[in-house]
């Protein structure tokens, strides 16, 4: 096409650039789909070990949840049901040490009284090889809803939501004052013990993390409370050293702020995956959106979408291929109402 005009041509030129610049970056990135998992479930939780992915978690209505452990082998495309979590829970955090998958803290359904969202302090050493359980050393900090990561061979475990200081609550209610927290707590898988670390500068729960280069980055989230009908979502990303027991300064924030979604980390990037936003009305928005974060840079890069929006949905990396597995498609719905799917999406993060 022929342009009189220079700068008309130079703005098409670069909005070529940029397209094709695009379409290389969605190319290199190749959406499937797997084996769908077994019990379709929100509020899941994904972790890689020994090179296969681990599921735990599921929620059911009235808030009363699964415990479910499912362990999925992607040579052979096949799902197995190992023994349930020792306490049934949700918005648990995960992490993997040689090996070991460690699940700490999350909520558990009242021992007594209404429905809600009890805050625990247990931990549990999980053993994929064995199909066994561990208690570990107590949480120091009762807490639902934070996130967990490894940084030589310790696990930090920041954010969450608990009840406000001094309050008589035990239970976590959408309708009752509660906060989200900025704990900093880390566990020394050798001697079984924790250790309290600087607090996270921007209290908040439901968020993703990462370590990359010996920083963990804390990405996202919801401030205000445990609940979407309550909280608003940020999308700040804070930089942790642990060398240092300092915070940094805020790093680019998410393109789309969201809660509960899926993450792992790959080759220096941290990728996120669906979430949910509060919205009008009994609805909440979920989303498709699939986003890496670039420490090197400070960048963010946009990937494919999902094909189907979910959040509560379980997630790692798993040599180059990042697992999007189950979750709620219609987050905070009319009460009674769940639209869990049990679509398990692949993204291979290294397709030529």
Known sequence: MLFKNKSLQYISMAIAACMLLASGLAAAQKLSRAAPFPEASEELYGIGASGKFYVFGGLAPGWKPKGLVYEYDPAKDTWTKKKNMPIA???IALAEVNGKIYVIGGFKYPDAGPAGWQPMDNVFEYDPAADTWKPLAPLPARRGAPAATVHDGKIYVIGGAGPHPGSKETVLHPARPHRALSTNEMYDPATNAWQARQSMPTARNHGAIGTVNNKIYYLGGRVGAA??????????????????????????????????????????????????????????????????????????????????????????????????????????????????????????????
């Open 89 to 91: 829970s949700h918005h």
């Open 227 to 352: 609940f979407i009908t309550r909280a608003t979502n940020v999308g700040l990303v804070e930089e942790y050293d642990p060398a240092t027991d300092q915070w940094g300064s805020l790093k680019a924030s998410m393109p789309n702020p969201r809660s509960a979604v899926a993450w792992g980390t790959h080759k220096g990037k941290i990728y996120v995956a669906g979430g949910e936003e509060r919205a009008s009305g009994p609805w909440q928005r979920t989303f498709r959106a699939v986003e890496a974060y670039n420490p090197a840079n400070n960048r963010w890069e946009q990937l494919p979408d999902m094909e189907f929006p979910r959040h509560g949905l379980a997630g790692d990396i798993i040599n180059g291929k990042f697992h999007l597995v189950s979750g709620d498609a219609a987050s905070g719905g009319a009460p009674g109402t769940h639209i869990d799917s049990d679509v398990h999406e692949i993204i291979d993060l290294e397709a030529k």
